[in-house]
């Protein structure tokens, strides 16, 4: 019997996972896909939020500035990338100043500190590609970017090496209440346990179903997003932001982690939970509005397009609570801040078992630190064509692009979790997410999954089951002026 089985490993689950794996208890991650963070925690903005947009008085409110505190140690701790750029939040008449100041009252209500107002010449100073119609902005300096899926990596593999059993490929089909505990049956068998924790993302609603929790349901809304080489993030210093509208924060510009530009997303509500396609017309939008910040982008960096898909809840706000039925947690409704919120999140979610009687013990022998697969490094051509052609070993370059090693892949899987996909290797080690987006690096990247599995090279997949790759490329959507 597990003391607690956490549903879904995105950002939320895994965060749990990880503080849970602090205590003496037996603690079980159930995981539909084939790899951790593969749903929204996969494709969104990678924006760690200032926490003065989300309204005041809402768990957004109360968690997203939290959060946003605790990324530097969690970072310092689990090296997945994150980086405090700052943002700017872009004013174009007095109607929008009106907004930002709206926005920094509500900031100052969640806590937050150091907001302000800068005028169109500082504007310009510090950012010298925004628009020159601009008339003010707001500055918030704690605003940061992270790399959000190697962030759920990083959770994941920390939570596993201090006692979490993660079982992938494992999705949960119905719920049953005993006495004093849950029977969980999955297209694997059935696992008991304590307490269950329900943060399966956009399916968070019908989980809930299955232990007749009707109290709320989730609502798809997809967000599309413009991807650019590496390099060209350098356009803008911090994460540009318009004024927020009813539907969101808007169309927002910004470096990723790792210095690609970045632009989207839109906002749209969608009736099948899984449509992440991509389609022209809305990346046309996309940029459309993004020239309202940054006047020019040279399209021919881009490298291709993606798209996410917010689990927005019917009431609005996050859902963090024990429901009606004792022992069951709803972490539901998580769209954005979500990410900045995580950390808070599992604080929240500790909190909430110790409240329905879960006893937990500090462990002696918990090990915060991980560390990074990615090795940063700076090769010349000539270098990199020279390690190209060696014979196998760690220092072999395997995808030119990213320069990443055969080493780099060698480690990212031999962490604990089973990787049996080129996603999985390219969100752990970036080959693949270079500007020929895999056509050099694939095939050498599947012979090496598939020896360090010691599994056939057909049972490599591109994104998990169904989508194997042997013998063709699958085309992804790609998006170019
Ligand atoms: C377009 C977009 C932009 C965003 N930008 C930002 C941002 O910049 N900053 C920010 O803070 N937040 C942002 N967010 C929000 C953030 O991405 C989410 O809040 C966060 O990823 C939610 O994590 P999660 O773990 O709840 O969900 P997910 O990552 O979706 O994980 C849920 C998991 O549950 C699994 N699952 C589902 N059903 C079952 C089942 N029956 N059995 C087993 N497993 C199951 C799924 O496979 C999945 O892996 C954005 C979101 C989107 C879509």
Redesign the pocket.
Known sequence: MYDVCI????????SIARELSKYDKRVLL????DD??????????????GGYTAKHGTLKGEL?YKGNGMYKKLNEELNFGYRQTGSLVLGFSEEDRVILEGLIENGIKNGVGGLKIIEKEEVRKIEPNISTKVTCALLCEHTGITS?YEM?IALAENAVQNGVELRLQ????NILIEDDHFKII?NKGCVEAKYVIN??????D??ANMVGLHDFSIIP???Q?VLFEKGYGELVNRVIFQVPTKKGKGVLVTSTYHGNLMI??NAEEISDKEDVSTNKEVLDYIVHRAKKSIEEFDMKKVITSF?????TSSTKDFIIEESRVAGFIN?AG?????????PAIALKVIEILKDGGLDLNLRHDFNPYRESIIKNKKLSKEEVNKLINIESCPEKIICRCEQVTEGEIVDGLNRGIKVTSIDGIKRRTRAGMGKCQGAFCGKRVRKIIARENNMPEEFVTERGPGSSILGKRVKRNFYKE
Do not use: F, Q, W
């Open positions: 549903i879904g490993a995105g950002v939320v689950g895994c159930l995981e539909k896909s951790v963070s593969n749903g929204a925690s996969k494709a969104n903005s990678g924006i760690v939020h997203s959000p759920v494992n999705e949960v089909k999955t943060g399966a993302g956009v399916y968070s019908k989980i809304r997809k967000g997003y989207g997303p798209s996410g898909i917010r689990a972490v998580i769209d954005s801040p979500g990410l900045t919120s995580s």
